[in-house]
């Protein structure tokens, strides 16, 4: 069983960006990303705060821009169009989620186009559906890369999705059919309203868990062999832990690593590479500009 150390092939794309960071610099260019977050979840605050911490390591300037869960939709707006604006800003996020009172697709949508590192802009979106060049949401974006990287072919190969949200099942089915190297499965998204779903799963190569279920994917789901890219990050009681809790993914990973070929860890295995692929696409975005 090969370990997908995630936080291993992060560290060596960031190497790669902070080449290519150096290398605008020099052309007076210092990549820009700026975060919005609505309100004080802490969950929130901590990704931020971590996403921060990375750009700033390989030389990518930040802006945390913090507002009131009160704050209305249309000075959230306003925000984001200053930022739209702002030329020392490649890359714009809008953390979520957002208060129940506002609209995460309007939001979404008032992002410059030339701007949306999280691949969340209708038209981001659109254009992946119809293979053309596009910002694609990080998350799927690190998942291709963990999968190039490890030296995993799944051209041919029949790849099995467990969840169809718009920022990693949808956009990563687009992703691995493409009709190109490094794409070309065959694709099956599950989701939660999927009877049988074991009948899938044990079909697949690949098999990618994103539906946000603690310990969803058990041993009998899985065949023997197959690789297991777990997305999911959730938080479970754990009274041996001293804040009371622990993170576990959507794979029962201790039963189910002895048929897998290669696993991710949870901790440690997709997530580092979502914030890694962000700043890739911040970093392409200034080289554009």
Same mark, same amino acid.
């Given at each position: 069983?090969?370990?997908?150390?995630?936080?291993?092939?992060?560290?060596?794309?960031?190497?790669?960006?902070?080449?290519?960071?150096?290398?605008?610099?020099?052309?007076?260019?210092?990549?820009?990303?700026?975060?919005?977050?609505?309100?004080?979840?802490?969950?929130?605050?901590?990704?931020?705060?971590?996403?921060?911490?990375?750009?700033?390591?390989?030389?990518?300037?930040?802006?945390?821009?913090?507002?009131?869960?009160?704050?209305?939709?249309?000075?959230?707006?306003?925000?984001?169009?200053?930022?739209?604006?702002?030329?020392?800003?490649?890359?714009?996020?809008?953390?979520?989620?957002?208060?129940?009172?506002?609209?995460?697709?309007?939001?979404?949508?008032?992002?410059?186009?030339?701007?949306?590192?999280?691949?969340?802009?209708?038209?981001?979106?659109?254009?992946?559906?119809?293979?053309?060049?596009?910002?694609?949401?990080?998350?799927?974006?690190?998942?291709?890369?963990?999968?190039?990287?490890?030296?995993?072919?799944?051209?041919?190969?029949?790849?099995?999705?467990?969840?169809?949200?718009?920022?990693?099942? &949808?956009?990563?089915?687009?992703?691995?059919?493409?009709?190109?190297?490094?794409?070309?499965?065959?694709?099956?998204?599950?989701?939660?309203?999927?009877?049988?779903?074991?009948?899938?799963?044990?079909?697949?190569?690949?098999?990618?868990?994103?539906?946000? &279920?603690?310990?969803?994917?058990?041993?009998?789901?899985?065949?023997?062999?197959?690789?297991?890219?777990?997305?999911?990050?959730? &938080?479970?009681?754990?009274?041996?832990?001293?804040?009371?809790?622990?993170?576990?993914?959507?794979?029962?990973?201790?039963?189910?690593?002895?048929?897998?070929?290669?696993?991710?860890?949870?901790?440690?295995?997709?997530?580092?590479?979502?914030?890694?692929?962000?700043?890739?696409?911040?970093?392409?975005?200034?080289? &554009?500009?």
């Amino acid at each position: 069983m090969n370990l997908l150390d995630g936080e291993a092939i992060a560290a060596e794309v960031q190497k790669e960006l902070s080449e290519r960071v150096r290398k605008l610099s020099m052309n007076g260019v210092v990549p820009g990303l700026a975060a919005v977050l609505v309100g004080d979840d802490p969950a929130s605050g901590l990704y931020v705060g971590n996403k921060s911490k990375a750009a700033n390591s390989i030389g990518v300037y930040t802006e945390t821009h913090k507002m009131g869960a009160d704050t209305s939709t249309n000075t959230l707006l306003g925000t984001i169009k200053s930022l739209n604006q702002n030329a020392k800003i490649h890359g714009i996020i809008v953390q979520l989620p957002l208060p129940s009172h506002i609209n995460s697709d309007e939001v979404a949508a008032a992002i410059a186009l030339e701007k949306d590192v999280d691949g969340a802009h209708p038209t981001s979106m659109g254009r992946l559906a119809r293979g053309e060049e596009a910002f694609v949401p990080p998350t799927p974006l690190g998942i291709v890369e963990i999968l190039e990287r490890s030296n995993i072919q799944y051209d041919n190969g029949h790849i099995v999705i467990c969840g169809r949200s718009n920022l990693v099942g &949808r956009p990563l089915s687009l992703l691995l059919q493409r009709k190109i190297t490094g794409g070309n499965a065959t694709v099956t998204v599950c989701h939660s309203k999927t009877v049988g779903l074991e009948q899938y799963t044990t079909q697949a190569d690949v098999l990618i868990a994103a539906m946000g &279920r603690p310990n969803l994917i058990t041993k009998t789901m899985v065949k023997q062999d197959a690789v297991i890219i777990d997305v999911g990050t959730n &938080r479970v009681p754990d009274s041996q832990k001293k804040q009371g809790y622990r993170f576990v993914g959507d794979v029962d990973f201790d039963n189910v690593r002895s048929l897998a070929s290669a696993i991710t860890p949870v901790p440690g295995g997709v997530g580092p590479m979502t914030v890694t692929m962000l700043l890739s696409n911040t970093v392409f975005a200034a080289e &554009r500009s």
